[in-house]
Nanobody, 114 residues
Framework: QVQLVESGGGLVQAGGSLRLSCAAS????????MGWYRQAPGKQRELVAI???????NYADSVKGRFTISRDNAKNTVYLQMNSLKLEDTGVYYC????????WGQGTQVTVSS
């Protein structure tokens, strides 16, 4: 079955950086799009970034120029490099596979402090 395991979250000061990783298994990673979503307290889950099998990317306006999504097909891993973090980037970050009906990881907490 599909498994997605996120890592790399934590507590960081505003202006700092974090890199999230999502290790995938149970499907052919290289031919499927992958995405990162986040959910802040009291808010709906929102798309942060998506990368397709060819490496094309799209970002939420709120993170453009600060976040970079990438993938390593040899390692079945998708990354989210987050720079210039802001307080409003705080939330639980989820990895999503677009294989078949879609699958989610368990999430990793990112907390940005002032």
């Amino acid at each position: 079955q599909v498994q997605l395991v996120e890592s790399g979250g934590g507590l960081v000061q505003a202006g700092g950086s974090l890199r999230l990783s999502c290790a995938a298994s149970g499907f052919i990673f290289s031919i499927n799009a992958m995405g990162w979503y986040r959910q802040a307290p009291g808010k709906q889950r929102e798309l942060v970034a998506i990368i397709n099998s060819g490496g094309s990317t799209n970002y939420a306006d709120s993170v453009k120029g600060r976040f970079t999504i990438s993938r390593d097909n040899a390692k079945n891993t998708v990354y989210l490099q987050m720079n210039s973090l802001k307080l409003e980037d705080t939330g639980v970050y989820y990895c999503k596979s677009y294989f078949r009906q879609g699958s989610w990881g368990q999430g990793t907490q990112v907390t940005v402090s002032s």
